[in-house]
T-cell receptor
Framework: EAGVTQSPTHLIKTRGQQATLRCSPI?????VYWYQQALGLGLQFLLW???????NRGNFPPRFSGRQFPNYSSELNVNALELEDSALYLC?????????????FGPGTRLTVL | AQSVTQPDIHITVSEGASLELRCNYS??????LFWYVQSPGQGLQLLLK??????LVQGIKGFEAEFKRSQSSFNLRKPSVHWSDAAEYFC????????????FGAGTILRVKS
């Protein structure tokens, strides 16, 4: 069974540009979570999508947004990129939104903002 | 608000020696607790989790953790460390409500010397 996949592996952008990161959950999983792992700041929750809806949002500005498609894959968009957005962005999926489910993580997308 | 403290940023142990990684949490109710491991360039892999019941939890790769409510701790242990255990370890807490947003500790980097 394929795990969570993310693309691209690496992404280099300049300040002010927009970045789009993609995540495909494990087959059958309906919930997708996004986390940011920035140097010195640790892993922080960004967004949670379940059944196509945004269910929860972390303490991030509105220029961080995303969506979930009918096939449950997800996209994270970061607008007006700032240098401090440079980080590893991890996607995780669960069978559904229950708190009992293990979150399975993808390998991440390394975003570098120059 | 929930928080997780991992007081040791780096730990070095000799191969074959025992290991204990510390984790303390702050949460108003009984939390869900997790330990994840991240190898360089990889996503997070779940080692073990605690939801309820037996406070000594067994995980993969020979790891175990003990939930101590009185100390608000969930320390990770392994009796004999292998060189392949070198990685970064994250403790996380999840709320007992719909939507398993994880709050992570800052991580502990484990180095294994031969």
């Amino acid at each position: 069974e394929a795990g969570v996949t993310q693309s691209p592996t690496h992404l280099i952008k300049t300040r002010g540009q927009q970045a789009t990161l993609r995540c495909s959950p494990i087959s059958g999983h309906t919930s997708v979570y996004w986390y940011q792992q920035a140097l010195g700041l640790g892993l922080q929750f960004l967004l949670w999508y379940d059944e196509g809806e945004e269910r929860n949002r972390g303490n991030f500005p509105p220029r961080f947004s995303g969506r979930q498609f009918p096939n449950y894959s997800s996209e994270l968009n970061v607008n007006a990129l700032e240098l401090e957005d440079s980080a590893l962005y991890l996607c995780a999926s669960t069978e559904d939104g229950s708190s009992y489910n293990e979150q399975f993580f993808g390998p991440g997308t390394r975003l570098t903002v120059l | 608000a929930q928080s997780v403290t991992q007081p040791d940023i780096h730990i070095t142990v000799s191969e074959g020696a025992s290991l204990e990684l510390r984790c303390n949490y702050s949460y108003g109710a009984t939390p869900y607790l997790f330990w994840y491991v991240q190898s360089p360039g990889q996503g997070l892999q779940l080692l073990l989790k605690y939801f309820s019941g037996d406070t000594l939890v067994q995980g993969i790769k020979g790891f175990e953790a003990e939930f101590k409510r009185s100390q608000s701790s969930f320390n990770l242990r392994k009796p004999s460390v292998h060189w392949s255990d070198a990685a970064e370890y994250f403790c996380a807490v999840g709320p007992m409500e719909y939507g398993n947003k994880l709050v992570f500790g800052a991580g502990t980097i484990l180095r294994v010397k031969s």
